[in-house]
């Protein structure tokens, strides 16, 4: 009986060693096991619900204009989605067909390595006041404005002229005024020139680029009427752009 108990204990130190052979291989994984499970569901989060949010916001355009509207998606990723288009007030103008509210399905758009969207492109042709939201489920983006109408541009160009002190000392030569034709005016180096613009919209700022290339920009605050004040030391072009209130 005597050998039973020796072949008994050598077994016995042979598992241990094998135990404890294993357990220094692999202790890092066994930290992790008995960690998660003494907090079993301490680090398994479930997928959050969809969102949407909004990637383009409120748009102002021309007619004739093909426009990218997208919303980035958020937790779970819908099979499918929808944009609608809606007219504005009272001017029902949608960019398709005759109906109001304009629903186009949209698959979800996901390139390599990049966060998955709702995108499409819609051409606007006439002018008009819009909003647009994308749906998913229960996720909606908020509404936006999607404002078409013509840009602004210069209705008429009226010029004061100073001329150099040397070319004549008579009054009535030294000033002149006139309305600007074809856009073209010749008048004498260094005099003072003095334009004033009427555009055909409201404005928030102008960009003025004058012939030396030098340019600035004036805050409009919804005026529609302007002046700007120059030397023609060379010839050239001066350049308006005008932005929309």
């Known amino acids: ?12 130190f042979l598992g ?9 291989h692999n202790i890092s994984f066994l930290k992790t096991y008995f960690a998660r499970l003494a907090v079993p569901f301490s680090s398994v989060a479930p997928i959050s619900a969809t969102s949407l949010e909004s990637i383009t916001s409120d748009i102002v355009s021309e007619p004739e204009t093909m426009l990218t509207l997208s919303a980035k998606i958020n937790g779970r990723i819908p ?14 103008r949608p960019p398709f067909g005759d109906s109001n509210d304009q629903k186009i399905q949209l698959k979800p758009t996901e390139e390599s390595g990049t966060e998955s969207k ?5 051409f606007f042709s006439k002018i008009g006041q819009f909003k647009y939201q994308f749906k998913a489920d229960l996720a909606q983006t908020p509404w936006h404005n ?8 210069i209705k008429s160009i009226a ?7 040397n070319i004549r000392d008579d009054e009535t030569l030294k000033k002149l005024s006139e309305q600007i034709k074809n856009n073209t005016l010749e008048i004498i180096k260094n005099s003072s020139v003095t334009l004033h613009i009427e555009a055909t919209n409201k404005l928030s700022e102008i960009e003025i680029t004058e012939p030396t290339g030098s340019s600035s920009t004036k805050q409009m605050n919804g005026e529609n009427t302007f002046s700007h004040t120059f030397i023609a030391k060379q010839e050239g072009n001066i350049a308006f752009n005008l932005t929309d209130d």
């Open 1 to 12: 009986e005597k050998w039973r108990g020796f072949a008994l204990a050598a077994f016995v």
């Open 146 to 153: 999607i404002d078409i109408r013509e840009a602004p541009q």
């Open 16 to 24: 241990l060693g094998i135990v404890s052979f294993y357990i220094q």
């Open 79 to 92: 099979e499918s989605g929808q944009l609608v288009i809606a007219p504005i007030g009272q001017d029902p």
């Open 118 to 122: 709702f995108e499409t492109s819609e």
């Open 159 to 165: 010029v004061e002229i100073e001329l150099p002190p």
